[in-house]
């Protein structure tokens, strides 16, 4: 049996969006027989908000959200990430680079690169040239990669399909980067099936890759993704804080109780309202909406 997940990081409490991709990611889960693991990303301590693990446990339970296991925060395992960051630098897969993120915007390009993909500065270093570097700026390390072109398999979106580039593994303060992060634990700890909100299905295949690069083809080929749609305001930007009364506790406020909230976020995806475990058996990936959904929220308090 795998797993599902949903990993949010603590920076603040959760709002609309961010609950309908959880109760769409439980669902997923439950509805295929898996686990659901709850893990708590908080290696960017600079984003970290005090009490906001709490809250965002408070509010998930509160609109029905069950987990199997809770996951050690990433925080706590950094020794795990060291171990693969150990296994792929022996393997001869990463290299030091000491840009700025100025010097990435600056230097030269191929034509039809993306702004801020890097342009590959640091990987030809010499010795020397890498121990002078490092008098000056501690390293980040970054995988090299032949910018191969990967595939993965979307539930919703069908085949995503995106260069693997030379991304940073490891920032240079020593902290795992995100992608790495994500593929370690994923895989180790069984999820074999990824729903998030679909801004982020380009990370996809370079996290297929790394995954592919650690643990083998077999391992990455196969996770089950679902990217679904985000929900967005009035205006089709992204659903933010600033939109007003988008959290449950500000939710609470206007005079929608948890109930209510979780009801609308069902009738959202074409659901049935009531408690979440009734709406596992007719759960048919298929027929959800593939627009985003547009929340505006009800005025008051
Ligand atoms: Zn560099």
């Known amino acids: 049996m795998g797993a599902g997940r ?12 961010n609950l309908r991709t959880a109760m769409l ?3 997923f889960a439950r509805s295929s027989g898996r686990e659901f693991i709850l893990r708590i990303e908080d290696l960017d301590t600079a984003r970290t908000a005090a009490g906001a693990e709490e809250a965002q446990l408070r509010d998930l339970a509160a609109i029905g959200l069950d987990f199997d296991t809770v996951s050690p925060r990433q925080s706590e395992r950094l020794p795990v990430y060291a171990e693969a960051l150990s296994e792929l630098r022996d ?18 390009r191929a034509p039809h690169t993306p702004p801020g993909a890097y ?3 640091c990987r030809h270093l010499s010795e020397a040239e890498r121990a002078e570097r490092r008098q000056h700026r501690p390293a980040a390390w970054r995988l090299a990669t032949d910018h191969e072109t990967v595939t993965v398999q979307d539930t919703l979106l069908g085949p995503i399909t995106g260069q693997v580039d030379d991304v940073v593994v490891q920032r240079n303060d020593g902290t795992p980067a ?16 990824v729903v998030r909100a679909d801004d982020l ?42 939109d007003g009364a988008v ?50 929220p009800p005025a008051g308090a």
């Open 247 to 296: 959290t449950l506790s500000r939710l609470h406020d206007v005079g929608l109780s948890s109930e209510r909230v979780r009801d609308l976020l069902l009738d959202s995806l074409g659901l049935p309202a009531g408690p979440l475990a009734g709406a596992v058996d007719g759960f048919d990936p298929a027929a959800l909406p593939r627009e985003p959904w547009v929340f505006e």
């Open 178 to 193: 995100y992608n790495l992060a994500v593929v370690v634990d994923d895989h180790l700890t069984g999820v074999d099936q």
């Open 91 to 108: 393997r001869g897969l990463l290299y030091e680079c000491f840009c700025t993120r100025r010097d990435i915007l600056d230097a030269p």
């Open 119 to 121: 342009p590959g500065t």
């Open 25 to 27: 990611a439980w669902l």
């Open 201 to 242: 299905a380009f990370s996809s295949p370079r996290q297929a890759h790394l995954r592919g690069l650690l643990y083998g083809a077999a391992a990455a080929d196969e996770v089950q993704y679902a990217h679904v749609p985000l929900v967005i305001n009035g205006e089709s930007q992204r659903l933010a804080k600033r």
């Open 6 to 17: 949903y990993a949010p990081s603590p920076s603040g409490e959760l709002h609309v969006g």
